[in-house]
């Protein structure tokens, strides 16, 4: 594969900011350009909903780079501009500013979160957390109210909830499942967390919906009233893949790659949240939205743009941080017939292991970093 002479990256989230990143380290010295439709410079999401949204971090400490690294490392950064179409025979990008050229293109566009329509409720009565702006938004509102609703006991719901507690407002979750995060951690770590938060004193209403939000006053599915002044939606969120379907690339509740992230149309790659690649360990296709996984595969995806052939075989990875509780949680189980505990999850010092017919899957550890680290090693080296 000759090198590039033109590189394009659509999407200035972390996944494009570190594939910039490394072709630069990689001595890669030709034209690049990174495209990103939100006016900030690439930024990173994890502290939008910890330190930036409890107030304890600056705001120029979410951002990837300094304001002057892409101007050193010519990096021609264009904020602001839409990616609309992808021609994949003429290799061109066309976006709301003009259309470019390329020899190779990255596409990061990440995702975007799931809206509620709830009855009775304005847009700025029930809002999201993705964006910088987004943050901005509830941090506006926080600091005029007293009670907010979390609606979703994801993620990123939770991370919500804990960050407005810290804030001082009283918080209520209301969740659909029986536990926080079941789905994902299993009945034992849900109980655990559930406890974590009702000890800093948020109120859970689970097995229930909202099915009306009006001058403050949120009704739930078994009739219960709650005063709120605002609402915050963390529900999930959907692959931006609108792009990459309009050029006829191969989707599958994303965008599907190789080993090498390479997409259905030779020369274009996608990494991060968009993703969905054939995991070494699991032999299943997967994507997964973390932190982690964004920047390798937005370093492994500049290398093979510039022909290194290299596969994309790390094990997922990631962390959920409650208050002063780390949960580490390394490999992939979207699905398992066997949970085995060690420790006491309880006291904040045990594992699960996730496991389908008798091999792990997934390992969720609470102080427990030594094990996590070696069933992280176990799984790459498999």
């Not at 990255?106 to 964006?131: F, H, K, N």
């Not at 001082?168 to 938060?197: K, S, W």
């Not at 009702?198 to 001058?215: I, M, Q, R, S």
Request: glycine residues 10%; negative net charge; contains cysteine.
């Amino acid at each position: 594969m000759s090198e590039p002479r033109t590189v394009a990256v659509v999407g200035a989230g972390l996944a494009g900011a570190k594939a910039v990143e490394a072709l630069r380290t990689e001595g890669y010295d030709g034209r690049l350009v990174l495209f990103g439709d939100e006016p900030h410079r690439p930024y990173e999401r994890p502290p939008l909903s910890k330190g930036y949204l409890q107030g304890n971090d600056e705001r120029d400490t979410v951002f990837v780079h300094p304001e002057n690294w892409y101007g050193e490392h010519d990096v021609d950064l264009r904020l602001g501009v839409e990616a609309t179409a992808l021609d994949t025979d003429a290799k061109v990008v066309h976006t709301s500013a003009g259309d470019l050229a390329y020899d190779r293109l990255l596409l990061a566009t990440g995702a975007e979160p799931i809206r509620l329509a709830v009855p009775g409720a304005a847009p700025s009565d029930v809002l999201t957390l993705r964006s910088l702006a987004d943050c901005r938004a509830i941090i506006a509102r926080a600091g005029a109210a007293r009670r907010v609703l979390v609606i979703g006991a994801s993620f990123i719901g939770l991370e919500v909830a804990a960050s407005l507690r810290t804030r001082g407002l009283e918080v209520h979750v209301v969740a659909p499942e029986a536990r926080p995060l079941e789905r994902v951690m299993g009945p034992q770590l849900g109980d655990v967390i559930r406890a974590l938060h009702e000890e800093k004193g948020v109120h859970f209403h689970l097995e229930n919906t909202v099915t009306g939000f009006e001058a403050g006053r949120a009704t739930l599915k078994d009739g219960t009233v709650l005063q709120a002044d605002f609402a915050v939606a963390g529900v999930g969120v959907r692959p931006r893949t609108q792009l990459a379907e309009s050029a006829g690339l191969a989707l599958d509740k994303g965008v599907l790659v190789n080993r090498q992230l390479e997409t259905s149309a030779p020369g274009i790659y996608a990494a991060g949240d968009i993703a969905r690649w054939p995991d070494k360990y699991s032999g299943a296709a997967i994507r997964v939205e973390h932190w982690v996984v964004a920047t390798r595969q937005g370093q492994t995806a500049a290398r093979n743009m510039l022909g290194q052939a290299e596969e994309f075989t790390p094990a997922p990875f990631f962390w959920s941080q409650h208050y002063d509780v780390s949960i580490n949680y390394v490999g992939h189980a979207e699905s398992w017939d066997e949970l085995l505990v060690e420790g006491d999850l309880a006291a904040k010092n045990g594992l699960v292991r996730f496991r389908q017919k008798g091999r792990t899957l997934a390992v969720a550890s609470l102080f427990r970093d030594l094990e996590s680290l070696k069933a992280e090693v176990a799984m790459e080296e498999a």
